[in-house]
């Protein structure tokens, strides 16, 4: 008996070939899905960064309003800086107002007879005074009551010398007192 061969070769083949097929269709259909999810990601990416550019652009235009509400803040407390300082100085020289006319009260009621100022400098809180006195006794008692006032206090003399004044013989003087800026007995603060 001879031997039946059958050639399987061709039956080979064909399922080789199928197989080759199958396999580029699925490295297609593979490569493909591969692409679409690069390019949906590419997709997600860029809307994403366009998303984070937007936020950006936003926030950096309410970072310019804010600087420039800064700016403004900034502005208006100078402002009130200097109008409260204004404020302060026309306080102090309403405050101030009426010590010029105190002080030159207290000159006169102190002084004595026999006495007149011939100059009264203010510097700071300091007073030169400078008169005529017809003795130098008269100079002392002016010293003292100076001191005895709230507004005045360490009165010193500086010189007292002859003088002539006319046909008179005077005592020709010059002292330094300090005023106190305490209110005056029975006035308010």
Same mark, same amino acid.
């Given at each position: 008996? @001879?031997?039946?061969?059958?050639?399987?070769?061709?039956?080979?083949?064909?399922?080789?070939?199928?197989?080759?097929?199958?396999?580029?269709?699925?490295?297609?259909?593979?490569?493909?899905?591969?692409?679409?999810?690069?390019?949906?990601?590419?997709?997600?990416?860029?809307?994403?960064?366009?998303?984070?550019?937007?936020?950006?652009?936003?926030?950096?235009?309410?970072?310019?309003?804010?600087?420039?509400?800064? @700016?403004?803040?900034?502005?208006?407390?100078?402002? @009130?800086?200097?109008?409260?300082?204004?404020?302060?100085?026309?306080?102090?020289?309403?405050?101030?107002? @009426?010590?010029?006319?105190?002080?030159?009260?207290?000159?006169?009621?102190?002084?004595?007879?026999?006495?007149?100022?011939?100059?009264?400098?203010? !510097?700071?809180?300091?007073?030169?005074?400078?008169?005529?006195?017809?003795?130098?006794?008269?100079?002392?008692?002016?010293?003292?009551?100076?001191?005895? !006032?709230?507004l005045f206090q360490d009165p010193s003399l500086v010189e007292v010398k002859a003088a002539q004044v006319g046909n008179l013989r005077v005592n020709e003087f010059s002292m330094n007192v300090k005023i106190s800026h305490q209110p005056l007995r029975g006035e308010k603060p």
């Open positions: 008996m @001879t031997a039946i061969r059958i050639n399987l070769l061709p039956h080979r083949q064909l399922r080789r070939a199928y197989q080759q097929r199958l396999f580029a269709l699925l490295a297609v259909v593979v490569a493909g899905i591969g692409l679409a999810a690069v390019v949906a990601g590419q997709v997600q990416l860029s809307n994403a960064k366009s998303a984070q550019d937007r936020r950006n652009a936003f926030l950096g235009e309410e970072i310019g309003k804010l600087d420039k509400q800064i @700016t403004e803040i900034k502005q208006l407390r100078d402002k @009130t800086q200097d109008l409260l300082s204004r404020k302060n100085v026309v306080e102090a020289l309403q405050g101030n107002r @009426t010590e010029s006319v105190r002080l030159f009260d207290e000159l006169a009621r102190r002084m004595p007879d026999g006495l007149y100022l011939k100059s009264v400098k203010q !510097t700071g809180d300091n007073l030169e005074l400078s008169g005529y006195a017809q003795s130098s006794a008269r100079v002392s008692t002016y010293m003292r009551a100076l001191d005895e !006032t709230s």
